[in-house]
């Protein structure tokens, strides 16, 4: 079984947070300063219909940003399941290796 740790829903960053510890409102990712305590960064979001799977939940009118929802589950992905953020050079580079003798 693989480790499931959250990541940022914008840069997808591991987020270092305490294992059952509340995430504050104003806490932000330490890499691109997206808001945690936002949808995006909740398990009940749904990404492909972009809205709240929980249905009592209210939406707030911006779901990327820090909001109230007593409904909040801080989501954890799989950290094999995310391909690791590439630049263009890096990517070319790894490209050119692959044609090197």
């Not at 820090?66 to 690791?84: D, H, M, T, W």
Request: hydrophobic share 30%.
């Amino acid at each position: 079984m693989s480790a499931q740790r959250p990541r940022c829903w914008q840069c997808r960053t591991v987020l270092e947070l305490d294992a059952g510890r509340p995430v504050g409102r104003s806490e932000t990712c330490p890499e691109c300063d997206a808001d945690i305590r936002s949808c995006r960064s909740c398990g009940n979001w749904d990404n492909d219909n972009r809205t709240c799977r929980e249905p009592t939940a209210e939406l707030p009118p911006d779901a990327e940003r820090r909001n109230f929802c007593g409904s909040f589950q801080l989501a954890a992905a799989k950290v094999e399941a995310v391909a690791p953020k590439l630049d263009a050079m890096n990517a070319k580079e790894r490209l050119e290796a692959l044609f090197k003798k």
